[in-house]
C-alpha cells in the first residue's frame, strides 16, 4: 500500500491541496535551464511531439491538440504556467501524463530521470519565487546538486478554477 501527505503550498493564496506519492520518487523535466519534479504516478511516458492541431481561442499555455499513441490529447506548455515566455522547438519534448482521467501532454524543455527526493530535505519554498511559479510549487527540496520544485500538477492544470484541457 502506498502512504501519501497531504501538501500546501506555502503560498498563502494557492488553494490547491495534494497528495505526494511516499515513494519519494519524481520524475525531472528541465524548462529554462531549472529542474522541476513531478511525482511518477502521474507520468505515463515520454515522447517527442510531430505534428500540433492549433486550438483557436485557447489559454496561451494551450499550445494545441496532438497524437498520443491514437489518442488526441491537449497539450500544455509548462513555460506559460511559469510566467515565462514561449520557445518555438521544432519537435517539442512533451510528458504524457494522466490526470483526474484525462490524457495530457506537458511540453517542457527537456525530460530529466527518475529521481529519488527522499534523499534530499525538505524545505520551506524560497520567498523570492514568483507568484506563477510559486503557485504551481507543492514543496521544494534540497538535494546534493541543487533545489528541486515539484510541480502541484493540480495547479498546473487549472486555469482560474477552470480546467486547462481544450
Given amino acids: 500500500m502506498t502512504k501519501t501527505r497531504e501538501v500546501e503550498s506555502s503560498t498563502d493564496d494557492n488553494e490547491y491541496a495534494h497528495n505526494i506519492d511516499l515513494d519519494d520518487r519524481v520524475f525531472t523535466v528541465w524548462v529554462a535551464g531549472e529542474r522541476f519534479g513531478i511525482p511518477v504516478a502521474h507520468v505515463h511516458t ?20 496532438v497524437n498520443l499513441r491514437g ?41 530529466g530521470d527518475v529521481i529519488n527526493i527522499g534523499n534530499g530535505s525538505e524545505i520551506e519554498a524560497p520567498r523570492h519565487i514568483p507568484p506563477a511559479r510559486a503557485k504551481l510549487t507543492a514543496s521544494v527540496f534540497r538535494m546534493k546538486d541543487g533545489l528541486l520544485s515539484i510541480l502541484n500538477m493540480d495547479a498546473v492544470f487549472d486555469i482560474h478554477g477552470e480546467k486547462i484541457a481544450a
Fill in 46 to 65: 515520454v515522447f517527442m511531439i510531430d505534428e500540433i492541431t492549433s486550438v483557436p481561442l485557447a489559454h496561451e499555455a494551450v499550445i494545441g491538440l
Fill in 71 to 111: 489518442r488526441i490529447v491537449t497539450a500544455v506548455s509548462l513555460r506559460p504556467r511559469l510566467g515565462l515566455a514561449p520557445v518555438i522547438m521544432a519537435r517539442p519534448v512533451a510528458i504524457g501524463i494522466e490526470h483526474r482521467g484525462e490524457a495530457l501532454a506537458l511540453v517542457v524543455d527537456a525530460a
